[in-house]
C-alpha cells in the first residue's frame, strides 16, 4: 500500500498576466505518507493547494489521481475522486449536527427524499470506528472545540473515501494539547494508507509530523526530500535564501540597541488577568526598547495586547504609562494618551481598502487636519507624500484606493498612520503577516529608527526568526501566561522553543 | 440543554401568556374567542412560516403582503370575470403566488440582488400588478358583490368538534378549516425541513452557503424553492382570507411583512440564517395573536395594538441578541 | 481649488460605470421625453418636477449616509407623517410657528436617534429595528390624531414652506437645494464626510483607529428622522393637513430607490450625496415623464419596480 502514488501533479504552472506566480512544477502525494509543504507567503504553496484540490484550473501541466487524468479546476470533481481539502477557515453548518455534516449533501434517501436514518447512523459509526475516532453524532458542531471541529471535517473527508488530505495551517487557532490530538489523529490516517500534504508555517510541527518536506521559493520547489536528511537551519536557509537567512536567523541580533533601558519604564503592566484569556500577566517596555511577545497561535497575545490599548476588557491588574495609572475604555483613549495598535489582520481590523492612501494614513489622527468645521486638504495631501516617500510606499499615488496595492505596501500603509501619531508606545501585531521579503526588511528598519528615536515598541510575534532578529527583549507567552522574559542577547531559538513547550497552565 | 434556552422557552411563555390574560381578562377564553384566535390568525401563521423559508436562507421576503393580495385579485377576478369554476380560480391563484415567489428568487439568484431589495421591487411591481388587473375597478359593480363559488368560500368552514365527539357540558370551539390547513403545512414542511435530504441542504445553504457549495448542494435550486414556499404560502393564506371576506381588495395583506417576519423572529428562526423550525413562527403567530386580542377585549385600541405589535418585535429581536451574547444562543458561525 | 483626498470619487469599475450611466441616462431620458412630449421642457414643467422630487429629494440626501454605514431607514414614511401632524395640531393649538417647527423637527430627531441608539449601541439590525419603529411611529400618530384629516387655516408663515416662491423656485425646493448642498459639503469638505465613508467601509478599523463610531452612526440615523420631519412639515404645509396616514409604503422605496440608482451600495460603503441627488433628479423626471404621457398608476408601478430591479441587477453583473 505505501509507495502508491496516489496523486500526482506533472508541470504544473501558473500564470497571470504578466506574472507568474508558479513555475512547472511536479508533485507527488504517496499513501501512508506526510508530506510537508512550507515555503514564505507568495512562494506559491496556495496556488498549489488550490490547483491540486481543483479550486483554480493550471496554465499549463497536469493532474494524476491513481494515475489517471483529471479534469482542472473542478473541485467537486476532485472531491469525488477522492482528494479533500481542510481548510483554515470552518467549512461545517455550524448549526447543524456532526452526522448532518459529514454526509451534507450527500445523505442516503428512500422515496420523496426522505433520510435513510438509521442507515446513515450506521453508516457513520462504522466510519467512526474504521478509523479509531470518537465523536458525538448529535452534538451541535458549534458546541465542540476547534481540534473537534478539524476532525469532524476530517471525518467529512473520509466519508467521501478521500484517500489525499491536504491540510492548510491545520493547528492555527489550536492549543498545544490540540496540536498534539490532532498529529495523534493524522498518525492514524498515515498507518491506514492516506497521502497527506500538510500546509504549515510552524516549522517545529513539520519535524514532528512529516515524513518528506517540499519546500517552495518564488513559485518553484527548491527542496523535495526525506525530512531527516534536513534540519531546521537548512530549511530555512532554502525558504529565504542564503543571505537572508544569514539575516533571520540573526542569533547575533547586530541591530540590537546599545545599553538596556533605564528608568521609568513606557509601559509598565503588573497582573493582567481576564477569565479565560490571560492571566497575572506582568511585563515592562521602556522607551526606546522593542519587546517582542512570542508564543504559539492561542496563548492569547492578541487579546492581552487589545486589553491593553483599549480594544478588549480585562478584569482585574494595572497598567501604568509612564508611571501613569491608566485605564482605557476604547481605542480612542488609547490614542489621546499616545498608544498606537497596527493590528494583526489589516484586511479585516486595520485598514479601509476602498478609501485612498492618504485617507487611511490620517484615519488615526483625523483631529489635526480639522480647520474649523472643514478638513484641511492640503495638509493632509502634504502628510501623505511625506508618509508614502518615507515608507517608500508603491505605487506613490496618494489617491490610489488601498484595495489595489500589494500585501507589503499595505501594511506600510497601515503602519505609517500609526507612525504619524508618533505614539509614546506602538504596538504590533504580527507586522508582517502575507508580507513579502523586501517589505519586510523595511518594515524592521522603521521599527528600528522609531525605536532609536525613543518609542517604546511591543511587537507579538509568532515569528522567531523575526523575534530573534528585531526584539531587544523577549517575553515568551504561554496559554495566556508569561512563562520567561529574556534579554535577547543571551537567547537562542532553541531557548525560545523550549520555553513555548512549557506545561501549559 | 442551554443550547435551546431560546426556542425551548417559546411554549412556556405562550402558555404563561395566555394564563395570564385569561386571568386578568374576563370570559377570555370562551369557545368564541378561541375559534375567532385560530380563525383570525391561522392563515397569518402560514405566510410566517412561508416567510420562514426565506429568513432561513439568511434573506427576507417583503412582498408577501403583496403576492396576497396578488393572488386575492386572481382569484375574485377568475371567479368573479371570467367565470372560471372555483377549482381552477383557486388553482390559479395559487400558481400565481408562487410563480411571484419564484420570481423574487430569479431575482435573487440571477441578478444578484440583495432579497431586501429585490422583494421591496416586486412589492411595488405586484401591488401595480393587482391596481392594473383589479376587478373592482375594472367592472365597477363587482366591488360590492361577493364571491358565491363553493370552492373557494367552503374554505371558511368550521368543524363542530364538540357535536361529533358528543360533548355536551362545555362549549368546544369549532375547528376551522383554516387551522387545520395550518396543521397540515406545518406537519408538511417540519418532515420537509427535518427529514429530507433537500431539508438538509435548505439549512446547510442559509448556515454556511460556501460549506454547502463545497458540498455539492445546488445553492441555485435551493433559494428558488424556499421563496417559491414563500410565495405559495402566502397565496393559500389569501385565498383564506378572501373565503373569510367573500371579497377581495387591492389592500390585501398590507402590512403582514411585518407580522410575518416578527412572529418568526419570536418563533427563534434567526436572521442570520440556518436555524428554526416551522413550530416557532407559529407559536410566534398565536403567541401574538393572543396579546392582540386580550388587548382588544381589555378594550386597548387596534392603534396601540400596532404600536405594540412594533414594540413586541423589537423585544424578541433584543432578547435573542441578549442570548446571543450570552453565548447561550449561538452566534453567526466563526471564521466563515 | 483645495480639492480633498477623496477616493470615493473614483470607484471601482462596477459603481463607476452604473454612477457613470446615470447621468447619460437621465439625458437620454429628458431628450426621449422631450421629444414625444415638447410640454416637458417648459419651465412650468420642469419647476413642477423640481417641487415633486423636493421631499423624496430632503428624505434620500440624509437615507445616503445611513444607508452608507450599511444600515437602512424604514421608518421615514410614518415620520414623515407625524412630523406634519404634530406642526398642524400645534399651530391649531395655539403655538406659534417656529415652536410648530421645532417640535415637529425634534420629533423626527427624536425617533432617528432612538432608531440610530438600538442599532449602533444594542446592534439590532437595521431592517427589524425601522420596522419596527414604522409601526410604532404609526400607531402611535393614530393614536393622536387618528386616522382623520386635520386641517391647518389662517397660517400663511406655515403656508408659505409649502407653496411660497423665491424668485420663481418654490420654497420648499431651496430647502431641497439647501439641505442636499449642506450634506453634500459635508461629505467632501468635512471629516464627518471622511468619517462616513471610513465607517461605512470597515467600521472596526475605524474604531480601532480611535473614532466614535456608535455616537456618529446614532446622529445619522438621527438625521435622517429629522429630514423625514423637514418633509413632513413641508407637505403639510402644501396641502394644508396633516394626518397620520401620510406616508403611505411606497415613500421608503422612492427614497431608497433614488440612493440605490445613484450607486450607493446596499452593503454599505461607496455612496455620494450628489449621485444621490442625480438619482432623485432621474426618479422624478421618469415619474413626470409617464404623468405626462399618461401612463396609467398601475403601469407606473410595475415600471418602477422593474427599473429599479434592472439597475441594480445591471450593477451587480458588472462586478
Known amino acids: ?166 491540510m492548510d495551517e491545520p493547528t492555527a487557532w489550536l492549543s498545544v494539547a490540540d496540536v498534539a490530538r490532532l498529529h495523534s489523529t493524522i498518525d492514524g490516517l498515515r498507518a491506514r494508507g492516506v497521502g497527506i500534504i500538510y500546509v504549515s508555517h510552524v516549522l517545529d510541527e513539520v519535524f514532528a509530523i512529516c515524513d518528506t518536506v517540499t519546500v517552495m521559493r518564488d513559485g518553484s520547489v527548491v527542496a523535495d526530500q526525506p525530512i531527516a536528511q534536513l534540519d531546521r537551519a537548512r530549511v530555512i536557509e532554502l525558504m529565504v535564501g542564503k543571505t537572508l537567512a544569514t539575516q533571520a536567523l540573526g542569533e547575533a541580533n547586530g541591530a540590537a540597541r546599545s545599553a538596556p533601558a533605564a528608568g521609568v519604564p513606557r509601559l509598565r503592566c503588573r497582573a493582567l488577568s481576564k477569565r479565560g484569556e490571560f492571566h497575572e500577566v506582568s511585563l515592562d517596555v521602556h522607551a526606546g526598547e522593542i519587546l517582542c511577545l512570542t508564543g504559539l497561535v492561542g496563548s492569547k497575545r492578541s487579546e492581552l495586547v487589545q486589553a491593553i490599548f483599549g480594544a478588549n476588557r480585562f478584569d482585574s491588574g494595572t497598567i501604568e504609562l509612564e508611571g501613569v495609572p491608566v485605564k482605557f475604555h476604547s481605542p480612542r483613549a488609547a490614542i489621546a494618551s499616545g498608544v498606537g495598535f497596527v493590528t494583526e489582520d489589516r484586511h479585516r481590523d486595520g485598514l479601509m481598502l476602498d478609501l485612498s492612501i492618504a485617507e487611511n494614513l490620517v484615519a488615526a489622527t483625523l483631529g489635526r487636519y480639522r480647520r474649523g468645521l472643514l478638513l484641511a486638504g492640503e495638509r493632509i495631501r502634504a502628510t501623505a507624500l511625506r508618509l508614502i516617500t518615507a515608507l517608500n510606499i508603491q505605487p506613490p499615488d496618494f489617491m490610489k484606493p488601498v484595495r489595489l496595492l500589494s500585501g507589503g505596501n499595505q501594511q506600510k500603509v497601515l503602519l505609517g498612520k500609526w507612525l504619524d501619531l508618533q505614539p509614546r508606545l506602538l504596538i504590533l501585531d504580527e507586522p508582517t503577516v502575507g508580507v513579502d521579503i523586501g517589505a519586510k526588511a523595511e518594515i524592521y528598519g522603521l521599527l528600528r529608527a522609531a525605536r532609536d528615536n525613543g518609542m517604546a515598541v511591543l511587537v507579538v510575534s509568532s515569528d522567531l526568526e523575526e523575534v530573534m532578529t528585531i526584539a531587544d527583549r523577549i517575553a515568551v507567552m504561554v496559554a495566556g501566561r508569561v512563562v520567561r522574559t529574556r534579554e535577547t542577547c543571551e537567547t537562542k531559538i532553541v531557548d525560545l522553543v523550549r520555553d513555548m513547550g512549557a506545561v501549559s497552565a | ?156 368552514t368550521y368543524f363542530d368538534v364538540g357535536a361529533t365527539l358528543g360533548v355536551e357540558s362545555i362549549a368546544v370551539p369549532a375547528i376551522p378549516l383554516s387551522f387545520l390547513l395550518m396543521i397540515v403545512l406545518l406537519v408538511l414542511f417540519e418532515v420537509l425541513l427535518r427529514s429530507t435530504r433537500f431539508g438538509r441542504d435548505f439549512y446547510a445553504t442559509g448556515g454556511n452557503p460556501e460549506a454547502a457549495r463545497l458540498a455539492g448542494i445546488d445553492l441555485r435550486r435551493t433559494v428558488l424553492i424556499g421563496y417559491a414556499l414563500s410565495g405559495f404560502c402566502a397565496g393559500v393564506a389569501a385565498l383564506l382570507l378572501v373565503a373569510r371576506l367573500t371579497t377581495s381588495t387591492e389592500a390585501l395583506g398590507n402590512g403582514m411583512e411585518l407580522t410575518a417576519i416578527a412572529a418568526a423572529v419570536i418563533g427563534g428562526v434567526r436572521l442570520n440564517g440556518g436555524m428554526g423550525s416551522m413550530w416557532g413562527p407559529v407559536v410566534g403567530t398565536f403567541l401574538l395573536g393572543v396579546v392582540l386580542m386580550g388587548l382588544t377585549l381589555f378594550g386597548i385600541s387596534q392603534f396601540v395594538q400596532q404600536i405594540l405589535t412594533g414594540a413586541v418585535l423589537l423585544a424578541a429581536i433584543a432578547h435573542s441578541r441578549w442570548l446571543q451574547s450570552r453565548r447561550l444562543l449561538p452566534s453567526a458561525p466563526e471564521g466563515s | 481649488m483645495n480639492m480633498v483626498v477623496r477616493a470615493n470619487e473614483r470607484w471601482g469599475v462596477a459603481s463607476e460605470r452604473l454612477g457613470g450611466a446615470l447621468p447619460i441616462a437621465l439625458v437620454v431620458l429628458a431628450v426621449a421625453l422631450a421629444v414625444m412630449q415638447p410640454a416637458f421642457l417648459s419651465v412650468a414643467n420642469l419647476i413642477g418636477i423640481l417641487r415633486q422630487v423636493a421631499l423624496v429629494g430632503i428624505m434620500a440626501a440624509a437615507m445616503t449616509f445611513v444607508i452608507m454605514t450599511g444600515g437602512i431607514d424604514l421608518s421615514v414614511g410614518p415620520v414623515l407623517a407625524v412630523a406634519g401632524l404634530v406642526a398642524v395640531l400645534s399651530l391649531d393649538g395655539g403655538a406659534a410657528l417656529p415652536v410648530a417647527l421645532l417640535l415637529a423637527l425634534l420629533l423626527g430627531l427624536a425617533v432617528g436617534l432612538l432608531n440610530g441608539c438600538l442599532i449602533a449601541f444594542l446592534r439590532l439590525p437595521p431592517i427589524i429595528v425601522t420596522l419596527s419603529m414604522l409601526s410604532i411611529v404609526r400607531g402611535s400618530g393614530l393614536l393622536v390624531g387618528g386616522p382623520d384629516l386635520h386641517g391647518v387655516r389662517g397660517q400663511p408663515a406655515f403656508s408659505f414652506i409649502g407653496t411660497g416662491s423665491v424668485i420663481g423656485l418654490p420654497f420648499s425646493v431651496w430647502l431641497f437645494l439647501g439641505v442636499a448642498a449642506a450634506l453634500l459639503f459635508a461629505q467632501r469638505r468635512t471629516p464627518l464626510g471622511l468619517l462616513v465613508a471610513a465607517l461605512g467601509d470597515n467600521e472596526r478599523a475605524a474604531w480601532l483607529s480611535g473614532h466614535r463610531t456608535r455616537l456618529t452612526t446614532m446622529w445619522l440615523y438621527g438625521l435622517c428622522g429629522l429630514c423625514a420631519a423637514l418633509a413632513g412639515v413641508i407637505q403639510a404645509s402644501q396641502v394644508h393637513t396633516g394626518s397620520a396616514t401620510y406616508g403611505e409604503f411606497g415613500t421608503e422605496l422612492d427614497v431608497i430607490a433614488a440612493v440605490v440608482l445613484g450607486g450607493t451600495q446596499l452593503t454599505g460603503g461607496k455612496g455620494s450625496i450628489a449621485r444621490t441627488v442625480l438619482g432623485v433628479l432621474f426618479l422624478g423626471t421618469l415619474n413626470n415623464g409617464m404623468n405626462i404621457l399618461n401612463v396609467p398608476i398601475d403601469i407606473q408601478l410595475i415600471a418602477k419596480g422593474v427599473i429599479i430591479a434592472a439597475a441594480l441587477g445591471l450593477g451587480q453583473l458588472r462586478r
Not at chain 1, 140 to 159: F, P
Not at chain 2, 77 to 98: M, R
Request: proline share 3%; hydrophobic share 55%; with cysteine.
Open chain 2, 1 to 156: 440543554m442551554i443550547r435551546r434556552h431560546g426556542i425551548s422557552a417559546l411554549p412556556i411563555f405562550f402558555l404563561v401568556t395566555f394564563a395570564f390574560f385569561c386571568a386578568v381578562v374576563p370570559r377570555f377564553a370562551t369557545a368564541g374567542n378561541l375559534e375567532a384566535l385560530m380563525a383570525g390568525y391561522a392563515f397569518i401563521a402560514i405566510v410566517a412560516m412561508g416567510e420562514s423559508f426565506a429568513i432561513l436562507l439568511r434573506g427576507v421576503d417583503l412582498s408577501v403582503g403583496a403576492v396576497m393580495a396578488l393572488a386575492g385579485m386572481v382569484a375574485f377576478d377568475a371567479s368573479l370575470i371570467l367565470h372560471l369554476p372555483g377549482y381552477l380560480s383557486v388553482a390559479l391563484a395559487l400558481v400565481v403566488a408562487t410563480f411571484a415567489g419564484v420570481l423574487n428568487g430569479l431575482l435573487i439568484v440571477f441578478l444578484r440582488l440583495q432579497p431586501f431589495i429585490a422583494t421591496l421591487a416586486t412589492l411595488a411591481a405586484y401591488r401595480g400588478i393587482v391596481f392594473a388587473i383589479s376587478g373592482r375597478q375594472l367592472v365597477p359593480g363587482l366591488s360590492t358583490t361577493a364571491l358565491d363559488d363553493p370552492w373557494i368560500i367552503g374554505l371558511e
Open chain 1, 1 to 166: 500500500m505505501s509507495g502508491l502514488a496516489l496523486l500526482e501533479g506533472r508541470a504544473l504552472s501558473k500564470v497571470y498576466g504578466l506574472s507568474t506566480v508558479l513555475h512547472p512544477t511536479d508533485v507527488v502525494v504517496v499513501a501512508g505518507e506526510v508530506r510537508g509543504l512550507v515555503g514564505s507567503n507568495g512562494a506559491g504553496k496556495s496556488t498549489l493547494m488550490k490547483i491540486l484540490t481543483g479550486a483554480i484550473a493550471p496554465t499549463s501541466g497536469h493532474i494524476l489521481i491513481n494515475g489517471e487524468i483529471a479534469s482542472p479546476g473542478r473541485p467537486l470533481e476532485m472531491l469525488r475522486r477522492g482528494v479533500a481539502c481542510i481548510y483554515q477557515h470552518s467549512n461545517l453548518v455550524a448549526e447543524m449536527s456532526v452526522l448532518d455534516n459529514i454526509y451534507i449533501g450527500r445523505q442516503p434517501t428512500r422515496r420523496l427524499g426522505l433520510i435513510q436514518r438509521k442507515l446513515l447512523r450506521e453508516q457513520a459509526q462504522a466510519l467512526l470506528a474504521r478509523h479509531g475516532m470518537d465523536l458525538d453524532l448529535d452534538a451541535h458542531v458549534s458546541t465542540l472545540s476547534t481540534v473537534r471541529q478539524k476532525e469532524v471535517e476530517i471525518l467529512k473527508a473520509l466519508a467521501l473515501d478521500a484517500r489525499v488530505l491536504l
